[in-house]
């Protein structure tokens, strides 16, 4: 890999070892990767969260912030995706351990010099990158996102990609930061449009689950008209989670779907009977509903908004415990709006924390005997699945109807 | 899963350059994708969802034989732990690693080999002792079952 000579500068310790140790990385996984050199990039995003880190990636964060503070502070702005863990959680059975251990991570990650927003940039409260921009995203939604509704350039920087791509300055060039692999290889058509933000989820998983590799790109064709920010978002979250995808075009709305020709491609047609299947509770059905949880993405304030108008006048079963995950602006929003109040009236729990599967979601099931979930995202209840849950995905809806009665419908 | 034969001292060669130093250890070949957040227990190695491996096999110190990783990056930071734990594998082979798997070897310091020209779930017999050499981008069947 060609380094210039700042990067070989720092690749020898000169400036430190915290950046040595970011060079090395980027160096090493560039090179197995196919990178010719690194390219600079204005901001990270930094996945970390304390399910994934664990003891050991959160003593490894603590050791970076124990270095020279001028010699560790990120050459790019590094943002945190990961944020706290809710500690609402303690009182549904979160051991205390895990909370010890999430205080110890957020106080690494700040002395690390990274920006605590908290936010999410599908959720636009931190700048969004520009189309073309090289980026270093850490998550699977936001790398997904950006690449395909934003036009910016990413490759998944998973966890301590992140932090050294920040730390450096630089991502290895390859990938999606290529032209040329950012051509669609796959193109699926639709006749029909998805109903709700858990079908265009459930169309994501399809996708996804059709891919055999992260550099089949697809493109889909037939959606009659812009689905929104929010359904590009549950879009690429779940087909990045089933496929391993970082990017995908839409005919007519994403903007570098017609920059490259696909006309010659083969295509596959997917029935809106294939999503309903995916969306189906058959698997569960009547059985005792113990959780709903809402997240993965996290709640927006119109889904928040329809969340609402769906239990207006209802009350969820003592038997089910309902959660719903939003980012910290639409928490406080809620609060003002009373919606908050009118939720938790109905038995539902608005939280203010880091994703339900990144929060300690297998002790919580094992501590509550826990064994049957219900999720409005394909995505959560696939990786519910793994987490000793039988979870299956329905509508929002389906969800709360399910909820109301303490059995899934 | 398909029953697999493979022959003593048969040597794979992949297109791609590996990780980490040479290392032995008895294959588990999955016959599906992989993810150490979507499919494990990490504190014992051992596979919560169910379907993927026989009830009770850990990855522990295994060399693991996969198609692909799935989505999701979290295995970037799951490996280190499980090295923590004691219950990583010893080393992993993909047809198509993806980046997520590329950082999160190089990150716990688990060997890595990938991309082959046929698909290496199917060259390899589950259990057989294989060793991996990284650095020559080899593996070579020690001993078949």
Avoid at chain 1, 246 to 261: K, L, S
């Amino acid at each position: 890999m060609k380094l210039t000579d700042l990067q070989q500068q720092m690749l020898e310790g000169q400036q430190g070892e915290c950046r040595a140790w970011a060079m090395r990385f980027l160096v090493e996984t560039g090179q197995a990767l196919g990178a010719d050199q690194l390219t600079p990039i204005r901001y990270a995003f930094l996945m970390a969260d304390t399910d994934a880190m664990g003891e050991a990636g959160i003593n490894f964060l603590e050791q970076l912030a124990e270095t020279e503070p001028k010699q560790r502070r990120p050459r790019a702005s590094l943002f945190l995706e990961s944020r706290q863990t809710s500690s609402e959680l303690l009182k549904l059975g979160l051991p205390a351990w895990f909370m010890a251990l999430d205080q110890r991570r957020m106080a690494a990650i700040r002395r690390l010099g990274c920006n605590m927003d908290y936010s999410h940039v599908n959720n636009h409260s931190v700048p969004a990158p520009c189309f073309g921009e090289s980026i270093a995203m850490g998550s699977t939604p936001s790398a997904i996102y950006a690449n395909s509704a934003l036009g910016a350039r990413t490759n998944f920087e998973a966890g301590p990609a992140g932090l050294a791509a920040a730390i450096a300055g630089f991502v290895p060039r390859w990938g999606l930061h290529l032209e040329l692999n950012r051509r669609p290889q796959r193109v699926f058509e639709i006749r029909w449009t998805p109903k709700s933000l858990a079908e265009w989820g459930a169309l994501g998983a399809l996708i996804g689950q059709q891919l055999d590799s992260g550099e089949q790109i697809p493109l889909i064709r037939g959606v009659s008209q812009h689905p929104g920010a929010l359904a590009l978002s549950h879009l690429g979250a779940s087909m990045a989670g089933h496929g391993a995808v970082g990017m995908f075009h839409i005919e007519g709305v994403t903007p570098e779907a017609e920059r490259h020709d696909h006309q010659t491609l083969p295509v596959q047609l997917l029935e809106s009977s294939a999503v309903e299947q995916l969306l189906s509770t058959e698997s569960i059905r009547d059985e005792a509903l113990d959780l709903v949880v809402i997240g993965a993405p996290q709640m927006s304030w119109e889904e928040l908004l329809y969340l609402e108008h769906l239990l207006h006048g209802k009350t969820i079963s003592s038997s089910v415990t309902m959660l719903a995950f939003v980012d910290h602006g639409t928490l406080e929003a809620a609060r003002v709006m009373g919606v908050d109040k009118r939720l938790r009236q109905s038995g539902c729990q608005l939280l203010d924390g880091i994703d339900y599967f990144q929060s300690g979601s297998e002790p919580i099931r094992r501590q509550n005997g826990w064994h049957v979930a219900l999720a409005p995202s394909l995505k959560l209840s696939n990786i519910l699945n793994g987490a000793g849950y039988r979870a299956a995905s329905a509508d929002l809806e389906n969800c709360v109807n399910s909820a109301v009665a303490g059995r899934v419908l | 899963m398909e029953k697999q034969s493979s022959q003593r001292n048969q040597t794979f060669i992949s297109t791609k350059p590996g990780l980490g130093d040479v290392v032995e250890g008895q294959a588990l070949v999955l016959s599906s994708a992989f993810s150490a957040r979507y499919d494990l227990d990490i504190r014992s190695g051992e596979f919560l969802r169910p379907g993927i491996a026989e009830p009770g096999v850990s990855v522990a110190g295994k060399i693991l034989v996969v198609d692909r990783a799935k989505g999701g990056v979290a295995s970037s930071w799951l490996l280190n732990e499980m090295v923590r734990l004691g219950t990583a594998p010893a080393a992993l082979v993909f047809n198509h690693a993806g980046p997520v798997m590329i950082q999160a070897a190089v990150f716990a310091g688990i060997p890595l080999l990938q991309a082959f020209e046929f698909d290496i779930t199917k060259k390899v017999a589950q259990g057989s002792l294989v060793r991996l050499d990284p650095t020559n981008r080899t593996l070579t069947i020690e001993q078949s079952v």
